[in-house]
Every structure is written in C-alpha cells, then in structure tokens.
C-alpha cells in the first residue's frame, strides 16, 4: 500500500510544480503494445510477443520559438512482454507487467494545416524508474498460478528480476485541434533490462497511441 501512496503523493507533487512553471499543461493518457528485444550471446535478436497495457500522467510544453517546443513530463507507463516456457502440463505461458514513471525530454516540431489544427513530430530522450510489476503465470491447460512478485535489481527470483532503470529514445507524431490531441510514439530502449548483465540483453520496445488535453496555458 505504501508505494502506491508514494507514487500518488509524486505524481501530485509533479502536477503542481509543472503547473506553477509550465506555459502550457496537460493530461495525457492511451494503449500501450510492448515487448522486448532479447538476445541471447552471439544470437541473433529475438522479439517476444506483444504485452497490452496503458499509459497516464501530466505534460508540459515550452516554446522555443513560433513552431519548436520542448515537451516533458512525468507518465506513468506499463511495459513488459509475453513468452512461454517449457513446463510438465507442457507449455507455461508468462505475462510480464513492468510499471515504469517515465520522463521524457523531447523537442517537438508543429505545423499548421488548418484554422485551428496542426500536425506535430517529436524526439528525444526518456528516462523511466520502475515502480513495480508482476508476472502472471498460466499452464496449458487453462489453469493458473500463483502471480509472482517483480524484484529490482540483482536479486534471485525465479526470473523475476529486471532493472529498475530504463532509458532510450522516444519518437513519434499526431494531429492537434485546439487543445485535444491524438499522437503515435515508440520507445526504444537502450538500456538492458537484465539486472545481472550476463550474456543475455533485454531491451523494452513499446509502441504507444495516445489522446490528451492541454488545459492549462499561461503566459511567460
């Protein structure tokens, strides 16, 4: 319980300090496809089958001139992956669910094609900071397990342990009307995913579509 508290209590921290410094903020919320890229020593990369989750958090955007922005924000992102394994009822099925807070750091470029509606393209930088996560576990035959518990770090677990850091790159695109929004992005990861570093890399792949609404606009 505590930790959902701590992140309530961040996300409220952020909200409030974006809005006293921001010239124009937002919400910003939508479906995530994620998975990863594996590979495994001298292997040729492997991607694992897709993992649906969602993203939400806050944005803020600052002008640099009459058609670039910076945009950042913090978001709360769920990643992960599928994969199955060998077992004696003859296939486990694994869903991994990894929450990541992600702030990204991108330069946003916009043009008119309307009165009122722009086209815009982004990228730059992330960082994300896992908060918590689970694998969920099922056998062929429809039965399920016992959910497992996601550890940060260099920890022993069965296969439950990933990094807690992840950082990469972010691109993507959309259409603005107004204040609403409707965009596309992907997340590529660069950092592996494996605590342990060993002769397996795990990197977060995450294709995300997204809808928001800019609310908050003050002038410099």
């Known amino acids: 319980m ?7 209590a961040l996300v409220i921290f952020c909200f409030f ?8 903020l937002g919400i910003r919320a939508g479906l995530n ?13 492997k991607e694992t089958d897709v993992n649906l989750g969602y993203h939400l958090g806050v944005t803020f955007e600052l002008p640099i001139n009459s058609f670039l ?19 004696i009822a003859g296939e486990q099925k694994n869903q ?16 008119n094609v309307g009165k009122k509606l722009k086209v815009f393209e982004s990228i730059g930088p992330y960082v994300g900071f896992g908060v ?4 969920k576990r099922e056998e062929a035959d429809g039965s399920s397990l016992e959910d497992v518990e996601i550890e940060w770090g260099e920890v022993n677990n069965g296969g439950a342990s990933y990094s807690r850091t992840d950082f990469g790159l972010t691109f993507g695109g959309g259409l603005e009307y107004n204040s609403l929004l409707i965009g596309f992005s992907y997340d590529l990861g660069l950092s592996n995913m494996d605590p ?11 294709l995300k579509i997204s809808v928001g609404y800019r609310f908050v606009k003050k002038s410099l």
């Open 196 to 206: 342990f570093d060993s002769w397996i890399t795990k990197k977060n792949r995450v």
């Open 132 to 135: 918590f996560g689970k694998i």
């Open 33 to 45: 496809m994620a998975n990863m890229s594996e590979k495994y020593d001298d292997l040729e990369d």
């Open 17 to 24: 300090y974006v809005d006293s410094n921001a010239q124009t």
């Open 2 to 8: 505590s930790r959902y508290l701590n992140l309530t």
């Open 69 to 87: 922005y910076f945009e950042s924000g913090i978001l709360l992102s769920n990643k992960g992956h599928k994969y199955s394994i060998p077992s």
């Open 96 to 111: 991994v669910s990894l929450y990541y807070l992600d702030i990204p750091a991108s330069i946003k470029l916009k043009q």
